[in-house]
């Protein structure tokens, strides 16, 4: 043997690190397995709740854990010029829709459903132009609160363009 093994294994070993316990025993490998929880179970178990003081994520009043908050009455516009507001309209409506719709109270000139550039899906929103005030008068008391396309369709004279910002 060599003068410079004893013959017995160093309790600590030779790269002078040492572990400082607090006086806990390491638990055995059996017992980390059932604690441990991979990534993704981490990742349901916040989301989904464990009960474990995880954050509970708010929830909507569509699920009704929540009171439901009243609905929003649309603004009422006065009806001043022959240009109309079509609100609450379904995504499935058409132009040509419309176009029927409101040909059935008077002349219409145009019929415009706004939607997005990016996938050109409905708004949910139009803006009708009568031939006159008063066809757009007799619209607005005839068609609002009617049903179309299975929702209540919200008819009011525009604002004019001079309240919008540039």
Not at 61 to 74: D, L, Q, V
Request: proline share 4%; glycine share 10%.
């Amino acid at each position: 043997m060599n003068s410079y093994s004893s013959g017995r294994r160093s309790r600590h070993p030779r790269s002078g690190a040492r572990r400082r316990g607090n006086g806990r025993s390491r638990p055995q490998r059996s017992e980390t397995k059932a604690q441990k929880q991979t990534f993704w179970q981490r990742v349901a178990a916040f989301f989904l709740g464990n009960g474990k003081g995880t954050t509970k994520i708010a929830t909507g009043a569509r699920n009704g854990t929540e009171p439901s908050r009243p609905a929003r009455k649309p603004e009422r516009v006065e009806v001043t010029s022959p240009r109309l507001y079509v609100g609450n309209l379904s995504f499935d409506a058409t132009e040509s829709d419309l176009f029927e719709l409101f040909n059935g109270v008077g002349h219409v000139q145009n019929a415009e459903v706004v939607s997005y550039r990016h996938n050109q899906r409905s708004k949910g929103f139009a803006f009708v132009q009568m031939q006159t005030v008063e066809e757009a008068k007799r619209a607005v008391q005839e068609l609002h609160d009617k049903e179309f396309l299975g929702r209540r369709l919200v008819v009011s004279g525009a604002k004019s363009s001079e309240h919008q910002p540039r």
